[in-house]
């Protein structure tokens, strides 16, 4: 088999059921294909080479002896530098952690480790999942494949670099106000926030803690939903976790779109935040194919934009300043120049700002449930415009909060995002699919019928 690294992970467990590949093969020709690319575009932290190699022996022994334990035995996964493996140091990107050693696994390695997945090292992010790109930090800003110059997205920057640049078939990532999504649709890749609560964020460096979800990101849907099944489930010890009952997330991945119900947000990007004109259009195709493949689609009309991204950073803001203020105390001049700022802002919140902000939170939070009763998921955008220079400061922050994505994380509903275009200039443009709480399956589903129609998902960056 040629083109190992474009794989999906659901293509490489078909592989080694029928003996076509092995664990080992496959990790070698990875390993070989970012040493080669690895150098333009900072993916990791750390890559693990001897570690990867010696899991994917012991996989390739396990297949062999009939023992294997599921769809992502011997598959390889990438994991953010806010989550902990044991042993390694969980960095988060900045120079306060650098000598920050994980004596446990975080909960959602632990169940990689016990589907069988194969961890390749830590990948970048921006400084604790908020200060970035910056090139003040004693790692390098992870790149965009699609072009080397252009921002990859954040704050899971190196997770969306390596799936798109065919390092990796998964990674994890962690999303507060996008950070999962935001790459997705930067790079050109699929990322899934699930439901809050859905997956245990013990072990994971917290940045806000009642907006912080975990999640996969991958090159294709149904290996969204494969890792789901291997990540979800209740964890007493957060005490964010959901306990509700789940199931197989890939159940409909089959089912296509035929009467399904889409509430299409265009205000959001029409007039809310005016997007740029090509995320515009690729979002109109979106809506007008989902159509021609059988749903009803429909316009529908959420709560402003602005209110729900204005509610949503008072939470940010606030609860990150919680998490922050000692070392901005102690060690102001150790975090990038960018972190601070967006740091220092909860500060100067007060107590009744937080509390209002939760009133409305509640009252936001009703009325996405309300709009839903009528429909059976959202389709919205993801980023308004496509990536920009990653070396362009006065555009990263014109173009940062002009976004769809954080309305989800205040609400907690769950929301996938997937390619639906390329612009003039070659880059992605992404979209959202949204469900109702606890109703991943149908989202996916959503999701892999719009793949299924289009050839998005198998686009490269050009020079790779």
Same mark, same amino acid.
């Given at each position: 088999?040629?083109?190992?690294?474009?794989?999906?992970?659901?293509?490489?467990?078909?592989?080694?059921?029928?003996?076509?590949?092995?664990?080992?093969?496959?990790?070698? =020709?990875?390993? @070989? $294909?970012? #040493?080669?690319?690895?150098?333009?575009?900072?993916?990791?932290? *750390?890559? @693990?080479?001897?570690?990867?190699?010696?899991?994917?022996?012991e996989?390739?022994?396990?297949? %062999?002896?009939? $023992?294997? /334990?599921?769809?992502?035995?011997?598959?390889?996964?990438g994991?953010k530098?806010?989550?902990?493996?044991?042993?390694? =140091?969980?960095?988060?990107?900045?120079?306060?952690?650098?000598?920050?050693?994980?004596?446990?696994?975080?909960?959602?390695?632990s %169940?990689?480790?016990?589907?069988?997945?194969?961890?390749?090292? *830590?990948?970048?992010?921006?400084?604790?999942?908020?200060?970035?790109p910056?090139?003040?930090?004693?790692f390098?800003?992870?790149?965009n494949?699609?072009?080397p110059?252009?921002?990859?997205?954040?704050?899971?920057?190196?997770?969306?670099? +390596?799936?798109? #640049?065919?390092f990796l078939?998964?990674?994890l990532?962690?999303?507060?106000?996008g950070?999962? %999504?935001?790459?997705?649709?930067?790079?050109?890749?699929?990322?899934? *926030?699930?439901?809050?609560?859905?997956?245990? /964020? /013990?072990?994971?460096f917290?940045?806000?803690?009642?907006? @912080?979800?975990?999640?996969?990101?991958? /090159?294709a849907?149904?290996?969204?939903?494969?890792?789901? @099944?291997?990540?979800?489930?209740?964890?007493a010890?957060?005490?964010?976790?959901?306990?509700?009952?789940?199931?197989?997330?890939?159940?409909?991945l089959?089912?296509?779109?035929?009467?399904?119900?889409?509430?299409?947000?265009?205000?959001?990007?029409?007039?809310?935040?005016?997007?740029?004109?090509?995320?515009?259009?690729?979002?109109?195709?979106?809506a007008?194919?989902? *159509?021609r493949?059988?749903?009803?689609?429909?316009?529908?009309?959420?709560?402003?934009?602005?209110?729900?991204?204005?509610?949503?950073?008072?939470?940010?803001?606030?609860?990150?300043?919680?998490?922050?203020?000692?070392?901005? $105390?102690? &060690?102001?001049?150790?975090? +990038?120049?960018?972190?601070?700022?967006?740091?220092?802002?909860? =500060?100067?919140?007060?107590?009744?700002?937080?509390?209002?902000?939760?009133?409305?939170?509640?009252?936001l939070?009703?009325?996405?449930?309300?709009?839903?009763?009528?429909?059976?998921?959202?389709?919205?955008?993801?980023s308004?415009?496509?990536?920009?220079?990653?070396?362009?400061?006065?555009?990263?922050? &014109?173009?940062?909060?002009?976004?769809?994505?954080?309305?989800?994380?205040?609400?907690?509903?769950?929301?996938?995002?997937?390619?639906?275009?390329?612009?003039?200039?070659?880059?992605?443009?992404?979209?959202?699919?949204?469900?109702?709480?606890?109703?991943?399956?149908?989202?996916? $589903?959503?999701? +892999?019928?719009?793949?299924?129609?289009?050839?998005?998902?198998? %686009?490269?960056?050009?020079?790779?």
């Open positions: 088999m040629t083109d190992l690294h474009w794989l999906t992970a659901a293509e490489l467990g078909g592989a080694y059921a029928k003996r076509k590949l092995s664990p080992v093969e496959v990790v070698t =020709a990875l390993l @070989d $294909r970012i #040493a080669k690319l690895e150098p333009r575009l900072n993916a990791f932290i *750390k890559l @693990d080479r001897e570690a990867a190699l010696a899991a994917a022996r996989a390739e022994r396990e297949i %062999r002896g009939g $023992r294997a /334990r599921g769809p992502l035995h011997g598959v390889p996964v994991i530098d806010i989550i902990d493996v044991a042993g390694q =140091a969980t960095t988060c990107h900045s120079k306060i952690f650098l000598k920050n050693i994980a004596r446990a696994d975080a909960e959602v390695v %169940r990689l480790r016990a589907a069988g997945a194969i961890l390749f090292g *830590k990948l970048s992010l921006h400084e604790f999942a908020i200060g970035g910056s090139f003040d930090l004693p390098p800003p992870a790149r494949p699609w072009n110059d252009h921002h990859p997205g954040g704050s899971s920057s190196g997770s969306g670099t +390596a799936l798109a #640049a065919g078939p998964v990674a990532g962690t999303d507060t106000g950070s999962i %999504r935001n790459p997705a649709g930067n790079c050109g890749v699929v990322g899934l *926030k699930p439901t809050y609560g859905l997956v245990s /964020r /013990r072990g994971v917290p940045l806000a803690f009642t907006l @912080d979800h975990i999640g996969p990101m991958t /090159r849907v149904r290996d969204a939903a494969l890792v789901l @099944d291997a990540l979800a489930g209740h964890d010890a957060d005490p964010g976790s959901a306990a509700v009952a789940h199931g197989n997330f890939g159940a409909d089959e089912r296509g779109v035929r009467g399904l119900r889409v509430g299409f947000v265009r205000h959001f990007h029409e007039s809310d935040v005016p997007a740029h004109p090509e995320v515009t259009a690729a979002l109109d195709e979106a007008k194919l989902l *159509k493949e059988g749903a009803t689609v429909r316009d529908i009309r959420l709560p402003s934009l602005q209110e729900l991204g204005g509610v949503s950073r008072i939470f940010m803001q606030a609860e990150s300043w919680t998490v922050h203020a000692k070392w901005l $105390r102690e &060690r102001p001049g150790d975090y +990038a120049e960018t972190s601070r700022r967006k740091l220092m802002c909860g =500060a100067f919140l007060s107590a009744g700002d937080y509390v209002h902000a939760q009133q409305r939170r509640l009252q939070t009703d009325a996405v449930n309300a709009a839903l009763r009528d429909v059976d998921v959202l389709l919205c955008a993801n308004l415009d496509p990536a920009c220079r990653i070396d362009d400061d006065a555009e990263l922050a &014109r173009t940062y909060p002009r976004q769809a994505r954080s309305p989800f994380n205040l609400t907690g509903h769950p929301a996938l995002a997937l390619m639906c275009g390329l612009s003039k200039s070659g880059l992605p443009i992404s979209a959202q699919i949204v469900g109702h709480m606890h109703d991943e399956v149908t989202v996916l $589903r959503a999701g +892999a019928a719009y793949e299924r129609a289009t050839d998005w998902h198998t %686009r490269r960056p050009p020079k790779l």
